[in-house]
């Protein structure tokens, strides 16, 4: 075994060979929005839930607020540098590297592609430079896919995500996180040869309807969620982290699922 697959075996449940993944990076270009305004009080929550395989942070809250009672998978986001407030969003440029996350604990780096944008040759490049430096030192890449607003209308086309997915996955990813898509979603599966995990995307209107995506995802072939706002900024995180998580590594349904939704709910 090598340092490639000791680290991935840190990122998915041994059991269900599935990843649940809390995404708590957003403030690198959102700022303290809703359920992250205090990172650390959100991170200690749901971490004390035991239910978390892996943190997706990117390094200042590591190195801030990131402060776990057992040992998590860590993914460090390694791209960035572009904010809400200013002209591009999909203008991300290298803000870490390999050596710091590895020197910091991480047990894989994130670097974002956004597929179909301006941007998209330059996030490419720095996708596949990044892959190449992985290689180096056995750590796992997870392709971040984005379509930026040009492409808003695009998230739930199967063919655009498929070619997405297929595009990081060929630069070098060896974990693809991308967008669920209601139609077809086992294509973008099949057309990628690296695990797909998807991301949470915009908050759904109820746990309900995040509840109905999980199950989607998971029965079309992901190997689990990325997911960050549908979990932090529900009014009971913990709760739905727990249904999440039977859908993930326990095979439960939607409706039993909801029911263990309702029963932590009550217990609250």
């Known amino acids: 075994m090598d340092g490639m697959q000791i680290r991935l075996r840190r990122l998915f449940d ?6 649940l993944v809390v995404a708590v990076d957003h403030g690198m ?19 004390n839930t035991g239910m978390v395989d892996a943190w997706l942070l990117t390094k ?31 203008r991300e440029g290298l803000t870490g590297n390999v050596e710091e996350a590895l020197a910091l604990g991480a047990d894989a780096v994130a670097v974002s592609a956004f597929i179909g944008s301006p941007y998209e040759h330059d996030t490419l490049i ?33 063919r655009f995500i498929a070619l997405g997915a297929r595009v990081a996955a060929e630069h070098g990813a060896d974990l693809v996180k991308t967008y ?22 915009p908050k759904c209107e109820t746990d309900l309807d995040t509840l109905k995506m999980v199950y989607g995802a998971i029965q079309g072939g992901a190997r689990g969620i990325v997911m960050g706002r549908n979990i932090w900024q529900s009014p009971h995180p913990e709760a739905l ?9 326990h095979d439960l349904g939607v409706n039993e699922a909801h029911e263990l939704l309702t029963e932590r709910q009550a217990g609250m």
């Open 14 to 19: 041994s059991a269900s060979g599935n990843s």
């Open 29 to 47: 270009a959102l700022g303290p929005m809703t359920g992250l305004v205090n990172v650390q009080e959100t991170i200690s929550k749901l971490e």
């Open 60 to 90: 200042g809250v590591y190195r801030y607020a990131f402060h776990p009672r057992g040992c998590p998978g860590v993914i460090m986001r390694i791209s960035g540098g572009a904010t809400i407030a200013g002209p591009e969003l999909t």
């Open 126 to 158: 720095n996708l596949a430079q990044v892959a190449g430096r992985c290689r180096r030192w056995n750590t796992p890449l997870l392709g971040v896919v984005g379509v930026g607003k040009i492409n808003e209308d695009k998230k739930q086309d199967p």
């Open 180 to 201: 669920f898509t209601e139609k077809d979603f086992d294509r973008v599966v099949a057309g990628c040869p690296v695990p797909v995990l998807i991301a949470g995307g």
């Open 241 to 249: 982290l727990a249904a999440v998580d039977g859908i993930i590594h």
